[in-house]
């Protein structure tokens, strides 16, 4: 599949290495399949979802990184297990331009509680820590991926549009 959204490579960017937190800023010429950390050396991608914390938040959201999908999941929930594999599969397919990340939101209730999550699956796309795009409910691999291009060109509309001070998408939440 060729789309123009996934033509433009993220260099430039600061990757948040998906096992340590630490910022990586790739070289224009890095290949972002073969990009390594800075600091502990592993796979900036891995073609999976990571899993995302309260503590790991903030890295993962940083102005100048790359757009985040969040998974808001839980283990008791049947539509969550059914859609897990589809999230999981289109990781590798958005991968580097979106950083795939699941929340089990019985672990981590502070970030379910900022987010507002009320029913799960829910879908986050955040970029510039800022939220573009929410969406609740189980889908398909063929809505998820149409959901996901249009999550992403807002996020580089908006990106284009005021480059810089992103505010975040809650006026009165504060950063858990
Ligand atoms: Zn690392």
Redesign the pocket.
């Given at each position: 599949m060729t789309n123009p959204t996934l033509a433009q490579a993220p260099a430039g960017l600061t990757i948040a290495?998906p096992?340590?937190d630490?910022p990586t800023t790739l070289a224009p010429d890095q290949e972002a399949q073969t990009a390594r950390?800075g600091?502990?050396g592993?796979a900036l991608f891995t073609g999976r979802p990571m899993t995302l914390t309260a503590a790991r938040f903030d890295a993962h959201t940083a102005p100048g990184g790359l757009p985040l999908v969040i998974d808001f999941w839980a283990a008791w929930c049947g539509p969550c297990k059914s859609m897990a594999p589809v999230f999981e599969a289109l990781a590798a397919e958005f991968e580097p331009h979106v950083r795939f990340a699941k929340v089990d939101t019985d672990a981590e209730r502070a970030l379910a509680d900022y987010f507002r999550i009320s029913s799960i699956p829910t879908l986050s796309f955040i970029h510039d820590h800022r939220e573009v795009a929410r969406v609740a409910g189980a889908m398909f691999a063929g809505d998820m991926r149409r959901w996901l291009y249009d999550a992403l060109s807002r996020a580089q509309e908006a990106h284009a549009k005021d480059g810089a001070a992103p505010e975040p998408a809650g006026e009165d939440r504060e950063t858990p």
């Open positions: 290495c096992a340590c630490a950390c600091a502990c592993g």
